[in-house]
Every structure is written in structure tokens, then in C-alpha cells.
């Protein structure tokens, strides 16, 4: 690969816009807002280069007169979104053009002919147009056809379709990641409602209990207990430098699946995912991380396909040296306003690592945050259905982990925000039930330090069902992680002293389902309201119809990040979370609930994820937590102009 730099022949070439390398996209000025700056380096004789790393920022200086430059309109007649690859701008400004800069001044890498076609950021494979195969030296290497990108998605679809087993569309749709980015994620978009579940949970779980027999490619960074002391150059060594979003995960609680060590790679990479499908953050700018410090799953290590460590999983001193020097590298390397989301750690690290590091660090945990911040949104819309205020109603958990726990938090805090009572009273509306039990005062000394707040006064029920009929909730809400434990006797109980009980069966995947739909229809005689994490088919029951919402945390996730993002947030707030629930309730239309819907459906995700992101960020700059100033005035349409475009760029 040539380097062009000042001592070099840089000054008798020159810039043209018929070019055989590749074009990289480069944010650009006010003026030439939604559109794509194509810089091409032509050589001597006139011929384009071929794939040559430019070094421009020492030799920008040098150059006296205007650059030329082509700026290229996207193949899509809808404007692109503002930002380097049409994604989220960053926050930094590091790699924002100006009016006074010819040349941004960056390296840009460049490339050509059959390296182009297996690009997965640029590759557009039978869209390329006759022009552009001739600059880009890609004429003989696809059929003569030139088709459009929807005819791609149409065609991608239809084959998607022919797959009757769910893993071999995770695994198509993984392959046409690597080999077609922006196809993937107009794929992703335009159909989410049915590849959802196939990026994500349920199939995901799937995908991660075999990873180590699909994996092909790395699509994330692995640190291991082996890098400790050289996890910064690891870092260094992964090919985006301006990442926004981490996904990390020590894989020691995927789902309900348990354990599943180094293979828990599938959770950040389908979570980032989404982040770029529903809540528009460029992919460049999305960084999957593993943290590999051994698995306790018997099976995984006796597996010959297994990929990671072969060793007991690591805790204490050892566990915490090696987080530290993570987060400290993320910091040294990303900057302070870089998204770390914690993602299927367990109860005893997960909670510990939030504490620690939020005032520190931009620091999410999807699983006690994102679900309670969801779970709340969907309570929100059911009042429209039952009626009352979060304070008439009684809350009964069966599961006080990271999800449980935390959703009952955030519902505490709404009510502390309503009735200006303290949250220690608050917190006496929610009840929870663990392994050992209704969770009681005189439990007190034996539990966790997460669960103490709820241990309220009582005599100890140690069944679940007398546990339901001793406190008689109005809502019920599993996050047990153990399925089938909302049993016929448990909803014929909630039926018996609600006219419409709230029933939420909330743990992953689908065979880990506290009930199904048609269990909770069928038993509560058609007069429940409800939603599950992972989603079920419609239920048919005495002649009428009824659809279950799904309270899925890509509702709130990938708005609440593009939320910080826009408004360079430093911290997370948990008047944050509450303004994600808030805006995502406002979306429930009155035509939704007439179908029994307490979340709106996953369609229009990307305009509830801007509502979300304005939301948050508003609360942002509220709080004092914003560094992107001044302050935009209208948030959700500047929400709505930063998000990633899939739609094909113009080569020339």
C-alpha cells in the first residue's frame, strides 16, 4: 500500500472525480448537508491509484488552490441523514469537515476492482451501475444485470423465506452482514417486524449456544484474561477509530440460557445491530466487545468447537483487575462521552460494575436499566385499559435479579415523581418473590444487597402461588428466567380479584417464557393484559382475535443512546430512563389499544426512537449533562436527520 505525504509526489497529482478507487464518505459543512463528499486520487499519468492510504493532514497546508471535489447525491431520492457515512454525527468533531478545509483531514483509505466486492461498508454488488463498474475496474467481475436496492431486499427476502429453520436465517442474514453492510441494514429496517426475532431474541440464544460451531468471521473485539496489560493496544486494533457505542459482555448470564462464556459474542453484535437499524447509529461507530474470563459451563468446555478460554471462570481481585483496565482503556482511547453498555453479566458482577463505574463513565446496563425503563413504558400505557395511577396499583415479581429488581426501582421512582412521596414508601408498592421466597423482613440478613430495599414487613410465604394470593397484585411480572411458572392456578388467581389483571412474562428466549399468550388468554378467560419478552403469534380465543405486545428492550435502547449520543451526555441519569418510558407510552395510539396493545408496534420503531432520543436528551440538557451545545430547537427532527441511511451512495 503507497503512503502520500509532503516529501512525496503528492504535489504533481492531482484530484479528480473519475476515479477507480473507492470513495469514503466524509462529513461536510452546513451547506452541503444530506449528501456525500467523494475525494478520488489520480496519479501522474492519469491513472486512478489503486488501493492507496492518503495521508492528508500534512499536506493540506500545501495546497494553493481549491481541491476538486465531487459531491454525489445518494441513490435514494430521500435525503441521506448528516454525518461521516450518513449516521450519527460525532460528537467530538474530530472528523467534521469545515468551510475552510478542502480536504478533511484524515487518512482515507481507498479501493478497487475485486477488493471493493468484498467490502462489506461500500460493496453494492449488482447495483453498481455501468459507470461506476468502468471507474471502479469492476466491468467482468458481475453479471452484465444492474438492479436497484430494492429489488436486492426483495430478492434477499425471498430467499430469507425459503428457510424453515430460525438459525439458518440468522446465519443468512449474519453472511449478508459481512458481505453487504447497507443491504443488510435496509434489509433489517424495511422488515423488522419479521427479522427481529432472527437477529435477535429469540434466535440469538440459539446462535450463541452454537457460535463456536458458526462462527466465520470476528465481528467484535475478544479480550481474554490472557491480554491483561494489553487491552489499549487491542483497542487500537480494531480498524474504526471513532466508536460511540460498546456492547460488552462477559457472557456469564446470556438470556435465560445461563453461561455460555467467550460464545456470548452473538448478544453484542445483534444488540449493536439494532442500534444502527432502529436507533440510527452509523455502523462504524459500533463496537461488539467479549470479555473471555472462562466459563463454568461444563458443557462449553468440553466441547472441541468451543472458542474461548478452557478454564473455570475467574472472580474477585483477578475478575476486577481486568474489567478496570477495560474501562480505563475504553476511556483512554474512545474519550469520556463513549456508551458502554453492559449487556448478560451476572446478578453479582452486573450491579457491582454500574456502581462502580457511573460516575466515571457513560455506563448502561441494558438488563436492570433498558428492561425497567421498557416494563415502565408498557405499565404507562395499561393505566389507558385498567385505570388508576402507578400508586393504586400493587406489583408482584417472580424473579429479583438484575431485571427484576431494576424495573422495580424505576417503577418506585415514577411514583416517588408523581406523588412526592419518598421512595422508601414507594418502594412498599412492589413486592418481590426470589428462590427462598416472598422477599420479607426477616429475610433480611440473608440477602443480597440488591434485594434489601424490598424486603418489606410480612410473615414468609415460601410458594409462589400463596405469595399471589397473599399479596393480590394487580400486576404481575416474571423475570425468573424459569418458564412455565405462571401456571393456570397462578393467572386463575390474578382473574379472581382483577377485572384485568397486567400479566408480564418478560424472560428470554421464548422457552423460558413465564407462560405464553395463549396460555394467559385462555386461563384469564380473555380479560388479561399482555406482554411477553419474546414475541408470540396472535391468539385466537371464544371468537375474538387478541395480539400481545412484546416488551422488548429494543423499544429503549437504541433511542436512549442516540439520545446521549446527540446530546453528548458525560453520565447517565435515571431521570433519563424515566423520559424513555414517558416517550415511548406517548406513542400507544388509541387505535392500539383498542387491540389490546400496550406498546405501539415495532414499524415505526425509528420515529418512536427519535421521540425517545429528543426525550432523553432534553432530560440531558436539563440536568446539566449535555456537552453538544447550543441545545438544538427542534430535538426530534434533529434526532430524525442524524440517523444512518442504508440507501446506497454514488461512486464516480
Not at 462529513?27 to 495521508?55: K, Q, T, Y
Not at 459482555?249 to 445461563?258: C, F, K, P, Q
Not at 400481545?548 to 428492550?553: A, M, T
Amino acid at each position: 500500500m503507497m503512503s502520500l505525504n509532503a516529501s512525496s509526489s503528492f504535489l504533481k497529482n492531482s484530484f479528480s472525480g473519475a476515479s477507480r478507487t473507492q470513495s469514503q464518505s466524509l462529513s461536510l459543512p452546513a451547506s452541503c448537508h444530506r449528501r456525500v463528499m467523494v475525494v478520488a486520487m489520480v496519479n501522474s499519468n492519469g491513472r486512478p491509484e489503486r488501493n492507496v492510504s492518503v495521508s492528508v493532514d500534512s499536506v493540506v497546508k500545501e495546497v494553493n488552490g481549491p481541491v476538486a471535489v465531487e459531491v454525489v447525491e445518494s441513490d435514494s431520492k430521500k435525503p441521506t441523514a448528516v454525518g461521516v457515512g450518513g449516521g450519527v454525527e460525532d460528537v467530538y468533531g474530530e472528523d467534521s469537515a469545515t468551510e475552510d478545509h478542502f480536504i478533511t483531514p484524515w487518512s482515507v483509505s481507498v479501493a478497487s476492482g475485486y477488493s471493493l466486492l468484498r467490502d462489506p461498508h461500500h460493496n453494492k454488488g449488482l447495483a453498481f451501475t455501468v459507470k461506476e463498474r468502468d471507474a471502479h475496474y469492476l466491468r467482468g467481475l458481475l453479471p452484465p444485470v444492474v438492479v436497484n436496492q430494492d429489488l436486492q431486499v426483495k430478492k434477499m427476502m425471498h430467499n430469507m423465506r425459503q428457510y424453515q429453520v430460525p438459525l439458518q436465517r440468522y446465519q443468512a442474514m449474519m453472511d449478508l452482514q459481512e458481505r453487504n453492510e447497507r443491504l443488510f441494514y435496509k434489509l433489517l429496517i424495511e422488515n423488522v417486524e419479521e427479522l427481529l426475532p432472527i437477529v435477535y431474541t429469540p434466535t440469538v440464544g440459539e446462535a450463541c449456544q452454537k457460535y463456536g460451531s458458526i462462527f466465520k468471521t470476528p465481528q467484535g473485539l475478544f479480550i481474554s484474561l490472557n491480554d491483561k496489560g494489553k487491552i489499549l493496544e487491542i483497542l487500537k486494533n480494531w480498524p474504526q477509530k471513532k466508536i460511540q457505542v460498546i456492547v460488552v459482555t462477559d457472557g456469564e448470564r446470556i438470556l435465560g440460557l445461563g453461561d455460555l462464556g467467550c460464545q456470548g459474542m452473538g448478544i453484542p453484535v445483534g444488540k449493536l445491530s439494532l442500534y444502527t437499524a432502529l436507533g440510527g447509529i452509523r455502523p462504524s461507530a459500533c463496537l461488539p466487545i467479549t470479555i473471555d474470563v472462562g466459563t463454568n459451563n461444563e458443557k462449553m468446555l468440553n466441547d472441541e468447537f468451543y472458542i474461548g478460554l478452557r478454564r473455570r471462570r475467574a472472580s474477585g481481585q483477578e475478575y476486577a483487575e481486568l474489567m478496570n483496565e477495560f474501562m480505563s482503556a475504553v476511556k483512554q482511547n474512545y474519550g469520556e462521552k463513549v456508551l458502554v453498555q453492559f449487556e448478560d453479566f451476572a446478578n453479582h458482577n452486573a450491579f457491582d460494575l454500574l456502581a462502580k463505574y457511573s460516575t466515571t463513565h457513560l455506563v448502561f446496563n441494558d438488563d436492570i436499566q433498558g428492561t425497567a425503563s421498557v416494563v415502565l413504558a408498557g405499565l404507562i400505557s395499561a393505566l389507558k385499559l385498567v385505570g388508576g395511577s402507578l400508586a393504586d396499583h400493587r406489583f408482584l415479581f417472580l424473579g429479583a435479579g438484575e431485571a427484576g429488581t431494576g424495573i422495580a426501582e424505576l417503577i418506585a421512582l415514577e411514583i416517588s415523581k408523581q406523588t412526592n412521596a419518598p421512595l422508601e414508601e414507594t418502594r412498599k408498592k412492589v413486592w418481590l418473590v426470589d428462590s427462598k421466597g416472598l422477599i420479607v423482613r426477616s429475610r433480611l440478613d440473608s440477602l443480597q444487597h440488591f434485594k434489601k430495599p424490598w424486603a418489606h414487613e410480612h410473615e414468609p410465604v415460601n410458594e409462589f402461588l400463596e405469595a399471589v394470593k397473599a399479596i393480590r397484585p394487580t400486576v404481575l411480572i416474571g423475570s425468573s428466567g424459569a418458564g412455565q411458572t405462571f401456571t393456570k392456578e397462578v393467572v386463575e388467581a390474578m382473574a379472581s380479584f382483577n377485572e384485568k389483571p397486567i400479566i408480564l412474562a418478560l424472560s428470554n428466549p421464548t422457552s423460558q417464557s413465564e407462560c405464553t399468550a395463549e396460555q394467559a388468554y385462555t386461563w384469564s378467560e380473555g380479560r388479561a393484559i399482555f406482554a411477553s419478552g419474546s414475541p408470540f403469534p396472535p391468539v385466537e380465543y371464544n371468537g375474538k382475535v387478541y395480539v400481545s405486545g412484546q416488551s422488548n428492550n429494543a423499544y429503549i435502547f437504541p433511542g436512549f443512546g442516540l439520545g446521549l449520543i446527540i446530546s453528548g451526555a458525560i453520565r447517565v441519569h435515571d431521570d433519563m430512563l424515566l423520559a424513555a418510558s414517558e416517550a415511548l407510552a406517548e406513542q400507544v395510539t388509541q387505535e392500539h389499544f383498542d387491540n389490546g396493545l400496550i406498546y405501539p408496534p415495532f414499524t415505526n420503531i425509528r420515529k418512536i426512537s427519535a421521540h425517545i432520543a429528543a426525550k432523553v436528551a432534553a432530560k440531558a440538557y436539563e440536568l446539566g449533562l449535555a456537552s453538544r451545545l447550543p441545545q438544538p430547537e427542534n430535538l426530534v427532527a434533529y434526532a430524525e436527520s442524524c440517523m444512518y441511511s442504508p440507501s446506497y451512495r454514488n461512486y464516480r
